[in-house]
């Protein structure tokens, strides 16, 4: 009988550096474009800045934490995140600063955030939206001699959490000064579920408002920091919000944040866009992001005359938002004959995908497509790992992910 090897386990697109795409990685693989990438961090950074407004980028997207250590580099105020699990692997790398955009809802979560409030380094934020929410965490973090930051979610009727109209702001804010273990330190909104034909208009009413209820509750003396924190927006309507907020964040009595994330990696879907949407709108940005996300998969079966199956499916790129879109394509270190831009994936299943070609291009088994996507946070979850890569396709440094 064969003496079993003693192999380890092989991560899904993992690779040493210096290893070339084309000839020493098992693919699929998750790629990142080094200068696409940095480009795209200092494009942020620099559009924050200009706004005079801070950026806490939304770590969810991407969840690596070596990007999470790029944007605070460059300048960023602190991390977005969605959940206490991501907030407590973010503190874990590093990440002294968190906006928790979510309610902070289950005594097993309040438990997680409460450890790392015992570090005074640490400042967290989360948000609350509901009076009981304000009783289970003041009663919470109160047993515990703790002080927990909340912020305010402000939402719209149909959208997804938060205080459907300006009274029940305001309400709440009254609960929550009534809770010794509670600070209250802004307020927060989501302008994403805002859509429709009018939805430029809606948006930017919607960070008047949010701004407006700042002001009257700052008045008030509602929050606990001289210069509470408005923040809002996502990834494709960043520029409508930071419009809004400078246009009425008069003396810079608060402090505006950003919460993009998906921009660090950008896609070629509904984010390239959204893209174009900005720079229709700001004449004055001359160049928006750069598509740094691709997805690489090799030609796995040619089974009929103008089909491809490709090996790469549901368990490898996100495909709620549109699916992948070929860009390039290799064979044995050059760049197949033909169009490959002119194929399309016509449908994913768990891994394959199926793919139709273009008039004339002959494909062979092995050629490697590389593939752009829509929508990267889900295209990230799905990987432990992403490889940074130079302009020659080498990996330059292997990206872990902690969803």
């Known amino acids: 009988m064969p003496v079993p090897l003693n192999l380890p386990a092989v991560e899904k697109g993992a690779a040493p550096c210096g290893a070339s795409l084309l000839h020493d990685v098992s693919l ?36 690596m934490p070596a990007l999470f250590a790029r944007q605070l580099a460059a300048g960023a105020w602190g991390i977005t995140l969605a959940t206490a699990v991501q907030t407590r692997a973010a503190y874990a790398h590093g990440v002294r600063r968190v906006l928790m955009a979510n309610q902070l809802v289950g005594a097993a979560n309040m438990a997680l955030i409460a450890q790392l409030l015992a570090d005074p380094t640490f400042e967290f934020h989360c948000l609350v939206d509901h009076p009981d929410n304000v009783a289970d ?21 149909g959208g997804r959490c938060g205080c459907r109209s300006e009274q029940e702001v305001l309400d709440l804010a009254r609960a929550i000064g009534a809770r010794p273990a509670l600070a209250l330190t802004g307020i927060e909104g989501y302008e994403g579920v805002i859509h429709g034909e009018h939805a430029s208009s809606g948006i930017r009413e919607f960070a008047a408002s949010l701004v407006r209820l700042a002001v009257d509750l700052q008045a008030e003396g509602a929050f606990a920091l001289a210069r509470p924190i408005v923040t809002a927006s996502g990834s494709a309507w960043y520029d409508l919000v930071a419009e809004a907020f400078a246009s009425r964040n008069a003396s810079g009595r608060f402090l505006s944040v950003l919460r993009p994330g998906s921009y660090v990696a950008h896609d070629h879907g509904i984010y390239k866009d959204a893209q174009c949407g900005v720079l229709e709108r700001r004449a004055d940005l001359h160049e928006g992001l750069r598509p740094a996300l691709e997805v690489w998969a090799h030609v796995q079966s040619l089974p009929e005359p103008g089909l491809a199956v490709v090996a790469l499916g549901k368990r490898d790129v996100a495909y709620d938002a549109g699916l992948p879109v070929p860009l390039r394509g290799y064979r044995a270190g050059a760049t197949v004959a033909g169009d490959v831009a002119g194929c399309r994936v016509t449908a994913v299943m768990d891994q394959h995908a199926f793919m139709t070609l273009a008039p004339g291009l002959e494909l062979r088994i092995g050629d490697i497509i590389a593939f752009g996507t829509s929508h990267p946070c889900l295209s990230f979850d799905k990987w432990r790992v992403g490889l940074l890569v130079d302009e020659q396709w080498r990996v330059v440094e292997c990206l872990e992910t902690c969803f």
């Open 28 to 63: 699929p693989a998750l790629v990142l474009n080094g200068a696409a990438l940095a480009h795209n961090l200092h494009w942020m950074q620099a559009f924050a800045r200009a706004s005079g407004a801070e950026l806490a980028p939304h770590g969810k997207t991407t969840m």
């Open 137 to 157: 965490l003041a009663a919470f973090f109160g047993e515990r001699g703790l002080r927990l930051n909340v912020m305010i979610e402000y939402g719209v009727v």
